[in-house]
């Protein structure tokens, strides 16, 4: 197994489509990955998740700063030695090669193909899946699933370090990602390789993580475990970008020492702000409770979704302009049109300045 550091790495490219202009991917980062552990890259699209990857895989090379494998300059390893699996979003498989051969590619160039049988029924037995028997097909005769497996399967069948996914399951329907992500829990167990994964689905993040970094825009945000991340965020970005449904933001502005969110009502701040300061309250959709008429806030109902899967029913809601959400109990009708009265939980609500996005304690 290996570890991976990440010093001071940088990244700057530079887009043709706008004569040139340098685009910052990755600033300033540090990192570093234990060996046997699991973490995975979760951000928005374009927040430079794979550039990082790239980078860790010897793809491309950082501007500055400095990438290495336990301890050793990753540009001071042969790359036949750096012990890489990659899997990618588009699966990357040769056109005309069946599978057996894209499995068996790393095998067959140190002249060990009769271990290829071993590895396809290893890989079998650990996931419950039979890919043997899409070992004689063409990438053309295979679904997106089918591939999928082969590629997974390609990254295994080596003598593996490091495994590197980028948003391996993207291309696949619901249906198919939840089972793959069984598949690839079980792999990761099994093989017990340090794994550095990609993607910007906390599911997934969730169903693979040891440890969960949230990237925005080339930089760290917070890093931890998900339930801390998400129970526990230290900025605004943090907190709208996990937890389903999405937080509420309600705006407003310190009067008297306490938060005043007009006819939101009144809340005490963590600790003491200037008044006229501009704080964001964020509180989930499961922390507002519908009570009787004789107190809350009252709102129209806008949308009723049902979540039969989950077991709740999700209201959107309005008053005087604003929009929250709602998480209530299944069983429970609602109509749009109509009128609920909203009861804040204050002790589970999250105070961010209006300006930085930074956490108020």
């Not at 890919?131 to 997106?144: A, V």
């Amino acid at each position: 197994m290996r570890t991976i550091t990440l010093k001071d790495v940088s990244k700057t490219f530079y887009d043709k489509s706008r004569k040139l202009t340098p685009v910052l991917a990755i600033k300033d980062f540090n990192l570093h990955v234990d060996d046997g552990e699991a973490v995975v890259l979760l951000g928005p699209s374009g927040c430079g998740k794979t550039t990082l990857l790239r980078l860790i895989a010897g793809l491309d090379q950082p501007d500055s700063g400095e990438i290495f494998y336990n301890d050793l300059p990753l540009d001071e390893i042969p790359i036949e030695d750096r012990g890489i699996g990659m899997v990618f979003q588009n699966y990357v498989l040769i056109p005309h090669w069946e599978s057996r051969k894209t499995v068996g590619f790393f095998l067959r160039l140190r002249d060990r193909e009769e271990e290829v049988p071993a590895h396809v029924n290893t890989v079998a037995k650990i996931t419950g899946v039979d890919i043997e028997s899409l070992m004689g097909r063409f990438p053309r005769n295979l679904s997106g699933g089918e591939k999928q497996r082969v590629s997974i399967a390609r990254a295994f069948a080596r003598d593996l370090e490091l495994l590197l996914f980028d948003e391996p399951f993207a291309n696949l329907d619901a249906k198919f990602r939840a089972q793959a992500r069984v598949e690839l829990k079980r792999l990761i167990q099994e093989f017990n390789v340090t794994l550095i994964y990609v993607t910007h689905d906390q599911v997934e993040a969730m169903s693979v993580a040891d440890r969960i970094v949230v990237i925005n825009a080339g930089r760290i945000i917070q890093s931890g475990p998900y339930r801390d991340l998400h129970d526990d965020p230290d900025s605004l970005f943090v907190a709208e970008f996990l937890g389903t449904p999405t937080i509420n933001a309600f705006w407003g502005r310190v009067n008297d020492g306490e938060w005043d969110g007009s006819y939101m009502g009144r809340a005490a701040l963590p600790r003491p702000r200037p008044d006229g300061s501009e704080v964001i309250v964020g509180i989930r959709p499961q922390h507002i409770k519908i009570c009787d008429q004789n107190g809350g806030i009252p709102a129209t109902i806008e949308r009723v979704i049902p979540f039969y899967a989950e077991q709740y029913t999700l209201l959107e809601v309005w008053l005087r302009k604003r929009r929250w959400r709602i998480q209530a109990p299944l069983h429970e009708r609602f109509q749009p049109g109509e009128t609920v009265h909203c009861q804040l939980d204050w002790p589970r609500a999250l105070f961010f300045d209006a300006a930085s996005g930074d956490r108020i304690r």
